[in-house]
């Protein structure tokens, strides 16, 4: 509640002191909040210039916003500062310091620019130090560096230095990323497996209901997909793709997790359908897991289509049909429409089949009572399989002068279906 004035008097008798009063344990808290809270940009790169050396101790460039732009016009100085900053970093190497978000700043900057030697001599000192460090952006960077340019030896300190934090991990608003670089880089998946696959199986349902940790789900079974991963994001994970210490082939290595993980991830939708199907936040999940896992998935689609077999009463509010439902209907549209692509990949087990089988006689004729019914009997009959088309078509006869009375869109567009195929069927 002090005047800004003050404030930025007080930032200022940082200034000299910085690197002293970080390594002081009570000092440190009143430097981070400054650092966080207080501070504007020209401020924290003073309070950070202090690790780059001590020329930028004594003299300050308020023009100046980044490390960055530092060394773009000061490039000849990036050997002195680097190894200033080494030299720095080695000293706040310690659990209460490590959660401070400006030492994950230079941290990050270190490395972002760091090379070979300097950066392995780093990676190894910081190694099992990574936990207290992720639940920032740039101590995530930092731990993605880590295990980008880390050596097996490394990569394997590391995640042994995850046991029982993976699931904290997978739900950290940036901890997730540094999971998603070590599926992207560790060659030994079965020490993969071991160490951190078995505790995202242990919480995978506490975990699909993060955002987060659903992200890091969808990762293991379509890693770098478009449809759930932003082009930024991407393009920062590809910063460790030439990274010199992962020989195996990528593909290989996506393979041999998503072989891991399709069994229990399977298990996942049978034990806990009816949450997932009608839930927005697990919808993408639940198709992914469908769409993309290994093995046999008919028991997680008999799973979800005995929910669709249950009674159906059009317009019911207090118990909603997941054909009706808005998660349940798009559930059902996309998990039958991807059975076009599973027939093309000559796949032998089809969502419709599954769905068809299940479903009590009368099913879809009471799904045409309404406009999402009559939209997924449409999408039955578009998957244009010859078994597929005959069983709805033989359980809808007699229904056109039913959906001729009818004034929902659904319905009109089925109808028109229905016509269009009345040369080939008897309806």
């Known amino acids: 509640f002090r005047p800004k004035p003050m404030k930025n008097a007080v930032i200022k008798s940082f200034h000299g002191n910085v690197r002293k009063l970080v390594r002081h344990a009570e000092a440190s808290d009143v430097v981070e909040l400054a650092y966080n809270d207080y501070a504007n940009a020209s ?23 980044s490390l960055d732009q530092l060394l773009l016009i000061q490039p000849d100085k990036k050997e002195m500062i680097l190894s200033n900053m080494k030299e720095a970093l080695l000293t706040l190497i310690d659990k209460t310091i490590l959660g401070h978000s400006m ?4 941290f990050h900057e270190f490395f972002a620019h760091a090379k070979d030697k300097m950066r392995s001599d780093m990676i190894e000192s910081i190694r099992e130090h990574l936990v207290p460090m992720m639940h920032t952006r740039d101590g995530a960077r930092t731990a993605m560096y880590c295990l980008w340019y ?33 599926f992207d880089t560790v060659d030994d998946t079965k020490l993969v497996g071991k160490i951190v696959l078995e505790e995202i199986f242990k919480s995978l349902h506490d975990i699909a209901q993060n955002q987060h940790g659903r992200k890091v789900l969808q990762y293991l079974l379509c890693p770098r997909d478009p449809h759930f991963f932003q082009p930024d994001l991407v393009r920062i994970l ?59 998935p008919s028991e997680a689609m008999k799973a979800v289509a005995e929910i669709a077999a249950e009674p159906f009463v059009a317009g019911s509010l207090e118990n909603q049909h997941i054909v009706e439902h808005p998660a349940g209907h798009m559930t059902l549209k996309h998990l039958i429409q991807r059975d076009r692509e599973r027939i093309q990949a000559g796949q032998p087990v089809l969502f419709s089949q599954v769905l068809l089988r299940t479903l009590k006689d009368g099913s879809l004729k009471s799904w045409a009572a309404c406009n999402r019914g009559c939209f997924t009997l449409l999408f039955l009959l578009e998957v244009d399989h010859p078994e597929i088309t005959d069983t709805v078509i033989s359980q809808l006869s007699g229904i056109r002068s039913s959906l001729k009375k009818m004034t929902f869109r659904g319905a009109q567009i089925l109808l028109q279906k229905l016509d269009a195929l009345s040369g080939e069927y008897k309806l």
């Open 43 to 65: 401020q924290r790169l003073s309070l950070l210039e202090e690790f780059y050396g001590p020329s930028f101790t004594l003299f300050k460039t308020p023009d100046i916003k």
């Open 103 to 106: 030492v994950h700043r230079i």
């Open 150 to 182: 880390g050596t097996s030896k490394d990569r394997k300190i590391i995640m042994k230095s995850f046991k029982s934090h993976v699931a904290k991990i997978c739900k950290d608003e940036f901890g997730y990323l540094a999971l998603i670089a070590l």
């Open 238 to 296: 590809k910063e460790g793709d030439n990274n010199p210490h992962s020989k195996k082939d990528t593909t290989l290595r996506y393979k041999e997790l998503l072989t891991m993980v399709s069994p229990p991830f399977l298990q996942y939708i049978v034990d806990h359908a009816r949450d997932l199907v009608l839930e927005n936040a697990s919808l993408l999940l639940v198709l992914s897991i469908l769409n993309y896992s290994l093995g046999d």
